[in-house]
C-alpha cells in the first residue's frame, strides 16, 4: 500500500544516487566525515494563541492539530493539559529561581525600605534574596535555587528587568540630595520626605508621642587593640534602653548563666557578609522584649543610621511584624540628627577613659567589668541628656521648619561667604578682632557662674526634676517653682545656644574665613535687672557675691 507521499513524488533512482553522492563529497573532508551542528530554531508565540490553542485541545481538535493551527508547541500543549495548568503566561527559557508571587513579596519589602530612605544597592538586592530563600525553605522543596547561597549578577539583572519600577529606585535616593560639602541644604529635603512618608503611613500623631519615637545607634569603645561595639537605644521620653554588646574576637563571652545576669545583650561581631544580622540581634533581644515589659503602644518609629545598621529581609520582617516603623537617618550629617551623638555619647567615652586610667594596669578577659561602672554612673543624668539630644536634632518635638532656621541658613550664609572669599571686600578690622574674640572666649564667663550659684541654692531633687522637665511647654511641678524653674530654663538655653554659635564660628575660622559675628542678647545691665527680679520672686536664691 502506497503513502500520500509515494504517489505524489516522483521516484528517479539516478537522481536520488546522484544527491546522495553530492551530499557526500560535500560532507566528505581529507577522508573524514563532518556534521554541521543543527540550529535550534525555538518557536514564538503568544499568550493569545496559548490561549486558543489550549481550548481547541478541549473541545476534541487533536494536539497535532492544535499546534499547527495556532503555531504554538505540541510538547507544551501536552504539559499544560496533562497537569491542568490555568495560567497560560507565556514562559519561554528555564526555569525562574522564584516565582512570580515570591517576586513580588521580595520587591515590595524592598520599595518600603526604599520608601522608608534606606539605600537600596546591588549588594543590598543580592542579600535580600538569599535571606528571602533561607526564611521560606519551606517553599522550595528541591533545595535552595541559589547553589553558590548568593544569586549571581545575571539573576539580578533579570530581576531588575522584570521589575523596572525597582531599578529606577535603586538610582533614586532623597537622603543624598545636596553635596556633601554643603550637608545642611539636604535637611530641608530630608524632613519634607520623611513629613510625607508619615503623612502616607498615618503617623503623625505617632511622632508627637514621647514614648512611640526611638532612636539607636552605635558607638566604639577602644580598649589597647581591642574594640567594643555597644548598640544603645533610647526614646524621645528619656529612657535609655539595654545595650548590645559584640564582643571583640579576642574575648570569651560570658556563660548563659551569666548572661541572664547583666543588664544587657551580647554578641560577637558578625563577619560574615550579612546585612541586618546586627540589627535584627537588637531587634529581637533588646527592643521588642524592652516595648513589652514597659508596655508601650504600638506602632512605634524607630530612627536609625540606614548606611551603618543596613535591613535586611529578616530586619524587615520583624519591623512589619511587630509594628515598628523604621525610619533612615540622613548620611554624612551624624552631628546634628543623631541625637544619641548630640552629649550622651561624648558622657559615656568619657566615663569609659576615667575607668581605663583606674584599671590600667588589671587584666580583664570581658568586658561587664568596665562597662557596668560607667552605665551605672550614667543612670543619674541620662534621661535629661537624651531629652536634650532629640530637642536639639528636632527630631522630638517633630519641627522640619526649626531645624533649617536654627543650623542650615546660617550654615549655608557661612557656605555663600566661603564662595565670595576671594572677592575684593571692604577692611572690617573691628569684625576681624571680634571674630577672633569669639573663638577665644565663646562663652561669657558670668552665664557659667550665675547657673552654679543658681544650681547650687537647689536641692538635688529640684534640679533633677528640673532637668527632666527642660523640655516641657508647660511646667507641672509645685506652683511655687513656676517662676524659678522658668529663670533656670532660660539661662541653660542662652548658654546652650551661646555655645553652639561659638563652634560655628571656630569651623568658619578654620577654614580660613571670617564673618560677622552674631552678637551675644545678653548685657550686664540685663544681668543686674535680672538678678533683681530673681531676689523678689525667690528669696531663698541670693546673688549679692556676684
Not at 10 to 22: G, H, L
Not at 39 to 55: G, N, S, W
Not at 200 to 215: I, Y
Request: hydrophobic share 35%.
Amino acid at each position: 500500500m502506497l503513502t500520500d507521499y509515494d504517489m505524489n513524488t516522483p521516484v528517479n533512482d539516478d537522481s536520488t544516487q546522484i544527491c546522495a553522492n553530492e551530499e557526500l563529497e560535500d560532507d566528505t573532508s581529507n577522508g573524514e566525515y563532518q556534521t554541521k551542528p543543527k540550529k535550534i530554531r525555538t518557536q514564538k508565540y503568544t499568550q493569545v494563541q496559548l490561549q486558543l490553542a489550549y481550548e481547541a485541545v478541549l473541545n476534541g481538535t487533536s494536539d497535532y492539530s492544535a499546534s499547527r493551527m495556532f503555531g504554538v508547541p505540541r510538547g507544551t500543549l501536552q504539559y499544560r493539559v496533562k497537569n491542568k495548568l490555568s495560567d497560560l503566561a507565556v514562559k519561554s527559557g528555564p526555569k525562574c529561581y522564584l516565582n512570580k508571587s515570591q517576586e513580588l513579596a521580595l520587591a515590595d519589602s524592598l520599595h518600603a525600605l526604599a520608601n522608608a530612605g534606606f539605600t537600596i544597592t546591588t549588594r543590598i538586592l543580592k542579600i535580600f534574596a538569599a535571606e528571602y530563600v533561607k526564611a521560606n525553605m519551606h517553599q522550595f522543596p528541591e533545595g535552595s535555587p541559589f547553589p553558590a547561597g548568593m544569586p549571581r549578577d545575571t539573576w539580578k539583572s533579570n530581576f531588575l528587568k522584570r521589575h523596572p519600577d525597582l531599578a529606577e529606585r535603586m538610582s533614586e535616593n532623597w537622603a543624598l540630595y545636596g553635596s556633601t560639602s554643603v550637608a545642611p541644604e539636604r535637611v530641608p529635603v530630608w524632613f519634607g520626605c520623611v513629613s510625607r512618608y508619615l503623612t502616607e503611613m498615618s503617623l503623625q500623631t505617632v511622632v508627637q508621642n514621647r514614648r512611640q519615637v526611638f532612636t539607636m545607634d552605635e558607638i566604639k569603645l577602644k580598649r589597647a587593640v581591642n574594640i567594643v561595639t555597644c548598640l544603645f537605644g533610647a526614646n524621645a521620653h528619656g529612657n535609655l534602653l539595654p545595650p548590645l554588646i559584640l564582643y571583640p574576637p579576642t574575648y570569651k563571652l560570658p556563660t548563659q548563666k551569666k548572661q541572664s545576669e547583666l543588664k544587657y545583650a551580647v554578641a560577637h561581631q558578625d563577619t560574615e557578609l550579612t546585612a541586618g544580622n546586627v540589627l535584627y540581634q537588637w531587634l529581637s533581644r533588646v527592643f521588642q522584649p524592652w516595648l513589652i515589659e514597659e508596655n508601650v503602644p504600638r506602632p512605634v518609629i524607630l530612627f536609625l543610621d540606614g548606611h551603618r545598621h543596613q535591613m535586611g529581609y529578616l530586619s524587615s520582617q520583624f519591623c512589619h511584624q511587630h509594628q515598628i516603623v523604621p525610619v533612615s537617618l540622613l548620611p554624612s550629617f551624624d552631628h546634628t540628627l543623631r541625637p544619641l551623638n548630640v552629649k550622651l555619647y561624648k558622657a559615656i567615652e568619657k566615663q569609659w577613659r576615667n575607668q581605663l586610667q583606674r584599671s590600667a594596669k588589671a587584666k580583664f578577659t570581658s568586658v561587664e567589668a568596665l562597662l557596668e561602672p560607667v552605665l551605672d554612673r550614667l543612670a543619674g543624668t541620662a534621661q535629661s541628656t537624651i531629652r536634650d539630644g532629640f530637642h536639639q536634632s528636632k527630631l522630638f518635638p517633630w519641627n522640619p521648619d526649626g531645624h533649617t532656621a536654627d543650623g542650615s541658613q546660617h550654615r549655608q550664609t557661612i557656605v555663600a561667604r566661603r564662595q565670595t572669599v576671594d572677592e575684593p571686600q571692604p577692611e572690617k578690622p573691628v569684625i576681624i578682632a571680634a571674630a577672633a574674640q569669639a573663638v577665644e572666649k565663646p562663652v561669657d564667663p558670668t552665664l557659667p557662674l550665675l547657673q552654679r550659684l543658681l544650681e547650687s541654692r537647689l536641692s538635688e531633687q529640684q534640679l533633677a526634676e528640673f532637668q527632666a522637665r527642660r523640655h516641657d511647654e508647660v511646667w507641672a511641678g509645685p506652683i511655687e517653682q513656676t517662676c524659678l524653674f522658668q529663670v533656670w530654663r532660660d539661662l541653660v538655653d542662652q548658654i546652650d545656644g551661646v555655645k553652639t554659635e561659638s563652634e560655628e564660628c571656630s569651623d568658619a575660622a578654620q577654614d580660613g574665613s571670617y564673618f560677622e559675628p552674631k552678637l551675644i542678647a545678653v548685657k550686664e545691665e540685663e544681668i543686674g535687672e535680672f538678678s533683681l527680679d530673681i531676689v523678689k520672686e525667690e528669696p531663698r536664691v541670693d546673688f549679692e557675691d556676684l
